[in-house]
Nanobody, 125 residues
């Protein structure tokens, strides 16, 4: 059974930083492109970024480019979302997702096969 488990969310003041962690199990991790999405209250889930299978390349959404970075450790089956200079509009539930045989340029939810349960990030002003 493929499982993704996010952690690291919480409450942070504007301008602060958080690092989200997504631990994967039940899959050959390096076969999967990993993505991060977020969903704010009353809004659709949106693509945040993705990382290639071996971590050499990333695709970051324009809305967070320059503030968020994605990395992965295939030895630990883990992907990270480092968030800096957080803003109140970054408040959302953040999800990691996995896709096999695809591309980090896939930004649609339907292109990702497996999802974590999400972790809440709240940025206060």
């Amino acid at each position: 059974q493929v499982l993704l488990a996010e952690s690291g969310g919480g409450l942070v003041q504007a301008g602060g930083s958080l690092r989200l962690v997504c631990a994967a199990s039940g899959l050959t991790f390096s076969n999967y492109v990993m993505g991060w999405f977020r969903q704010a209250p009353g809004k659709e889930r949106e693509f945040v970024g993705a990382i290639s299978r071996f971590g050499k390349s990333t695709n970051i959404a324009d809305s967070v480019k320059g503030r968020f970075t994605i990395s992965r450790d295939n030895a630990e089956d883990t992907v990270y979302l480092q968030m800096k200079n957080l803003k109140p509009e970054d408040t959302a539930v953040y999800y990691c997702a996995a896709q096999s045989g695809g591309s980090m340029y896939f930004t649609a939810q339907r292109q990702y096969e497996t999802w974590g349960q999400g972790t809440q990030v709240t940025v206060s002003s």
